[in-house]
T-cell receptor
Framework: DAKTTQPPSMDCAEGRAANLPCNHSTISGNEYVYWYRQIHSQGPQYIIHGLKNNETNEMASLIITEDRKSSTLILPHATLRDTAVYYCIVVAGGTSYGKLTFGQGTILTVHP | DTGVSQDPRHKITKRGQNVTFRCDPISEHNRLYWYRQTLGQGPEFLTYFQNEAQLEKSRLLSDRFSAERPKGSFSTLEIQRTEQGDSAMYLC????????????FGEGSRLTVL
């Protein structure tokens, strides 16, 4: 699976949009971009995933560049409860989609 | 609660003892995964099942580790002759047997080996 690169930490003011970048320059054509987050002392939580097109759900938006070498997770109105470690993961579709390789992630701190 | 549940949530044991963790997945999910997470690191994949069949095991899963899912429902992860390096959070997740989708993680079982 392709590797990802994320900034180690980011800050965001409550109520503002949080934009978390991820580089995955070696992504293959059959690999999806997934985002999970982990709030302290809890199990990881799925946020969103996409292949080529931008995706939006009730939690976030995922913007994938046309060449698919990078992506951005957008939390439109960050709250204090969004403080967590955010993981960008690239994984092939098929039976192994649950075999996730978590990196170090980005520690997002939302402050009042 | 219809999420993934794990038991026990915390386990403290002495080096050399055996420990067993249990995971109950979401009822209609036929895939079940085990991950391990050490302090300050992201989770690492250990193994996964589709129904009762163990389809893949990581090299991280040494001979002292064994996982089972006998009836395709709950799963157990046993660690024999525990070592201090086994201290970690053991996470279980479940999913549907599709080609993409989300994993639903439990809260984890934290193991401390003294």
């Amino acid at each position: 699976d392709a590797k990802t690169t994320q900034p180690p930490s980011m800050d965001c003011a409550e109520g503002r949009a949080a934009n978390l970048p991820c580089n995955h320059s070696t992504i293959s054509g059959n690999e999806y971009v997934y985002w999970y987050r982990q709030i302290h002392s809890q199990g990881p939580q799925y946020i969103i995933h996409g292949l080529k097109n931008n995706e939006t759900n009730e939690m976030a938006s995922l913007i994938i560049t046309e060449d698919r070498k990078s992506s951005t997770l957008i939390l439109p109105h960050a709250t204090l409860r969004d403080t967590a470690v955010y993981y960008c993961i690239v994984v092939a579709g098929g039976t192994s989609y649950g075999k996730l390789t978590f990196g170090q992630g980005t520690i997002l701190t939302v402050h009042p | 609660d219809t999420g993934v549940s794990q038991d026990p949530r915390h386990k403290i044991t002495k080096r050399g003892q055996n420990v067993t963790f249990r995971c109950d997945p979401i009822s209609e999910h036929n895939r079940l995964y085990w991950y391990r997470q050490t302090l300050g690191q992201g989770p690492e994949f250990l193994t996964y099942f589709q129904n009762e069949a163990q389809l893949e095991k990581s090299r991280l899963l040494s001979d002292r580790f064994s996982a089972e899912r006998p009836k395709g429902s709950f799963s157990t992860l046993e660690i024999q002759r525990t070592e201090q390096g086994d201290s970690a959070m053991y996470l279980c997740a479940s999913s549907l047997a599709t080609n993409t989708g989300e994993l639903f993680f439990g809260e984890g079982s934290r193991l401390t080996v003294l």
